[in-house]
């Protein structure tokens, strides 16, 4: 259980920075919701986990059971879960305007609130689109 | 008084509420923001004075004593800046109502403003770690729809910039609150202070620090996680630039104070001394961005990130000096920043809504009146007497000589050096240039806008003069939020001395 938790986490982890790496902004929004869920369980395993042994304090006693896992983390999970769905869904929504306005995917080629940067790898007409306001730069 | 402390929440979340339901009321929206942002300056005011009277104040949510309930706290630190931040918040939505009525509004600008605000102040008056996390939440999500709601393509562009990194920023937040958990047992700032002190011998919560810090300096736009804020900070109306600039970096600088002076005085070894470097670094990228930018919105967004280098290399210097001039700079930087910005709002306005640099130009002779009203925040900028950024950077400079980072000191001293220049550089453009030929007329104003218009940049000026002529009040706050962070026995009083209410 101690090792398997880590192991999980480890591997959202990699899998994120993986997708939060693409020029493409959909994989970009799934490597978040990676690894914001490694966060949660990393969260999960800072209230202790333990088999069986509920966070209950029994009857006649007045604390819990040495070896009961802390409901407080639990409760911190539940709330940055629930963050955490509510940004993503924005997130999603964003992307999917992003891409009926801006019509790409490709962050590269979202230059319209900032200086188009003249690149080999966008096509020319991909960067020439809407930059009402902003000074183009000059070609080095 | 203790009620002030939910009220300054309660205030603008119920404002957002009316003004959300009344969205597609024209005047009654304006109404309902203006006067909610009233009452907030005049609670948030109000708290001032009490801490300033009385010591710090706190108060338990649902009655449950300290450590285990929801802990609202008011040093001088957290009520200097929810009172400034109030007052700032009304004169930036005063402007905002000048202009005419745009399709953000309709689709609930003000709500949405009045919910970063409560996340704003929230940030600032909550006694917990976790609080810390769910207000900044509030407060991000809240600014993503500010930024995005007109929907057009620039705004929806710096969106994607602005939302993936801060998202990241609270992933890190959060991993540093689970790790810092794990170690101490507790979430209250007061009880994580006597934790790490009681910590055994070889025992720290420093990577736990490191992440939340690393959390705060995204959010403050430290170098190097600065690059989202340049990127989308010119893209919205002015006056919403205004406050983001002056309310949300400073959350992630708030955060650096509390936690690195209050939470963690001592440990993270050469970390701090790295913390130092980051700061020079980020002065002297945001200087030299500001430099070549040949757009007045995005040279203002690189200035914002400069001068947090400013206000964190104070808090890196590990002297009481040092973080009280931190605080002194922050907290003037916050009125500086909004005068400036709007100050430039008029400017952007007379040049028929261009910020191009070199499409700017000719006011010197046409407006002359505006001239005035731009020079004391541009010259605050600058760091030129009497105006009160002058001050801020002489502490400074006093603080960095007395601790010994010489290094960062003369770095700090250039950085200032080319600052000059660049307000020189928008100043000259905007205001001694010759007029372009085929300018476009001057904006429109909405119903009354002169007035609105005039009021928050008049004081603002004011603001900065007075507060530079008359120096001593602002000091003596920035030494008390000072003496109170790095002497915390008042704090830890107040959060474990309020019994349960009921």
Known sequence: MNILLPLIVGVLVACAAYLLLSRNLVRVVFGLALISNAANLALFAAGRLSRAVPPVVPEGATVLPAAAANPLAQALILTAVVIGFGVLTFAFVLTYRAYQKLGTMDTAAMRHAEPPVPRRDVGAGEVAGDVAGVEPEAPP | ?502
């Open chain 2, 1 to 502: 008084m203790t009620v002030l402390l939910p009220l300054s929440l309660l205030v603008p979340l119920a404002t957002a509420v009316a003004a959300f339901l009344l969205r597609r009321r024209a005047g009654a929206e304006r109404a309902v923001s203006l006067t909610g942002a009233l009452i907030l300056a005049g609670v948030t005011a109000r708290l001032f004075v009490a801490v300033w009277a009385d010591g710090p104040l706190a108060t338990q949510m649902g009655g449950w004593a300290a450590p285990f309930g929801i802990t609202l706290v008011a040093d001088m630190l957290s009520a200097a800046l929810a009172a400034l931040g109030g007052a700032l918040a009304l004169l930036a939505l005063v402007y905002a109502c000048a202009e005419p009525r745009k399709a953000d509004e309709s689709h609930g600008l003000h709500a949405l403003l009045h919910v970063m605000l409560a996340g704003v102040q929230g940030a600032f008056l909550t006694g917990d770690l976790f609080n810390l996390y769910v207000w900044f939440e509030v407060l991000l999500i809240s600014s993503f729809a500010v930024l995005v709601v007109g929907q057009d393509r620039r705004r929806t562009d710096a969106g994607v910039k602005y939302l993936v990194p801060n998202m990241l920023g609270t992933v890190f937040f959060l991993t540093g609150v689970a790790l810092v958990y794990a170690r101490t047992g507790t979430l209250n700032f007061a009880d994580l202070h006597a934790a790490v002190q009681g910590l055994p011998p070889g025992e720290s919560i420093d990577v736990g620090v490191v992440f939340l810090l690393l959390a705060f300096i995204l959010k403050a736009g430290i170098f190097p996680l600065f690059a989202w804020l340049p990127a989308s900070y010119h893209t919205p109306p002015v006056a919403v630039s205004a406050l983001f600039a002056a309310l949300l970096t400073k959350v992630g600088v708030y955060g650096v104070a509390r936690l690195l002076v209050l939470v963690v005085p001592t440990g993270l070894g050469p970390l701090r001394d790295g913390l130092l470097g980051l700061a020079a670094l980020t002065m002297v990228v945001g200087v030299l961005g500001a430099l070549v930018q040949r757009d007045m919105r995005r040279l203002l967004n690189f200035t914002v990130v400069s001068h947090i280098g400013f206000a964190v290399f104070g808090l890196a210097l590990k002297s009481q000096v040092g973080v009280m001039a931190a605080l002194f700079y922050m907290l003037q930087d916050m009125m500086v920043k909004t005068g400036l910005f709007l100050a430039c709002g008029m400017v952007q306005r007379e040049s028929g809504g261009e910020t191009r640099m070199r499409r700017l130009g000719g006011l010197w002779s046409a407006k002359p009146a505006l001239a005035l009203l731009f020079l004391p925040s541009a010259l605050a900028l600058a760091g030129i007497p009497p105006f009160v950024g002058f001050w801020g950077k002489l502490m400074l400079v006093q603080a960095g000589v007395a601790a010994g980072a010489w290094a960062a000191t003369a770095v700090m001293l250039l950085a200032t050096a080319v600052n000059v220049l660049v307000v020189g550089r928008l100043f000259a453009q905007a205001f001694w240039a010759p007029a372009p030929p085929d300018r476009p007329p001057p904006l429109p104003l909405g119903p009354g806008g002169a007035a609105l218009l005039l009021g928050p940049v008049l004081v603002l000026a004011a603001a900065v003069t007075v507060a530079g002529v008359v120096v001593e009040p602002g000091v003596q706050v920035a030494g008390r939020a000072a003496a109170g962070l790095l002497d915390p026995a008042a704090y830890l009083a107040a959060v474990r001395g309020e019994g349960n209410p009921g």
